[in-house]
C-alpha cells in the first residue's frame, strides 16, 4: 500500500512523481528489465 497526501491544487501531482517513479524503477530492476533502455523505443523515435 502507498500512502499519498491529499490533493491540493492543480500542482499537487509534481511532487508525487518522484516516489511513483521510483517505484517503477524498483519494480522494473525486480524483473529484470533494463531500466536504461525500454522496449519498443524505435517505433516511437524515428532516427535517419
Do not use: F, W
Not at 524498483?26 to 528489465?33: E, P
Amino acid at each position: 500500500m502507498i500512502r499519498l497526501p491529499e490533493h491540493y491544487g492543480i500542482l499537487s501531482p509534481v511532487p508525487l512523481v518522484v516516489p511513483l517513479r521510483l517505484l517503477a524503477c524498483h519494480a522494473a530492476t525486480a524483473r529484470g528489465a533494463d531500466v536504461d533502455k525500454p522496449q519498443n523505443l524505435a517505433k516511437s523515435v524515428t532516427v535517419e
